[in-house]
């Protein structure tokens, strides 16, 4: 996106944006919500999961889940401005055209599905505080005076009272051999934040 390729918007509803797969995350959100708030339109964002070729699928399942909490806490931070559409829904494992989705075929929830249900229960009906910041792979966000961090990666050293839990399972673990490259929900509960992986 340059900075010409969005000039006065009247007329328009809204924007709409894609982002691929191998797209990076957090900076292209974080582009698109400073235009929506620029231009005082919301915008349409459709995230893909599914991969540019029809015979491999785009991520791993913790890829997956990664871009999945990033949307998550994006959209929540955003929510003034970001739709976020996520494709795909369900699993498409006919043998051409692969992608993974929230659900298996079975219609049970993939580790990218558990980790927007974990959050979503999280974020539901809370106001946001506008203290969020990205520093390397964590996300560090506050709700209602108590702090948390989202873990894309290592696990982070702990400091004083946090707690680490892993998003698709929601298991509390201590290592990242227990963390599996899954994003991880760090609950700060003194003002000590973790510090960098």
């Not at 959100?29 to 231009?39: D, G, T």
């Not at 809370?126 to 560090?140: C, D, K, M, Q, V």
């Not at 839990?165 to 609950?187: H, Y």
Request: glycine share 10%; hydrophobic share 45%.
């Amino acid at each position: 996106m340059t900075k010409n390729s969005l000039r006065s918007p009247r007329g328009i509803a809204g924007l709409c944006f894609a982002i691929e797969p191998t797209e990076p995350l957090w900076p292209k959100l974080e582009a698109i919500a400073a235009a929506s708030h620029k231009y005082g339109k919301r915008a349409l964002v459709h995230l893909r999961l599914a991969g540019a070729t029809f015979a491999e699928d785009a991520g791993t399942p913790e890829e997956n889940a990664g871009r999945i909490a990033e949307a998550t806490l994006a959209g929540w931070t955003h929510r003034a401005v970001l739709d976020i559409v996520i494709d795909t829904f369900v699993d498409f494992d006919r043998g051409y055209f692969l992608r993974s989705g929230l659900l298996n075929s079975l219609c049970d929830l993939r580790p990218a599905g558990a980790v927007l249900q974990r959050l979503a229960e999280l974020l539901a009906d809370t106001p946001h505080s506008g203290n969020l910041r990205a520093e390397g792979s964590l996300r560090y966000f506050s709700i209602v005076g108590k702090h948390y961090a989202l873990a894309l990666g290592n696990l982070p050293t702990l400091n004083g009272s946090a707690t680490a839990i892993r998003l698709d399972t929601g298991a509390m673990i201590a290592t990242d051999v227990e963390a599996a490259g899954m994003p991880i929900l760090l609950s700060c509960l003194d003002v000590g934040l973790p510090t960098k992986p």
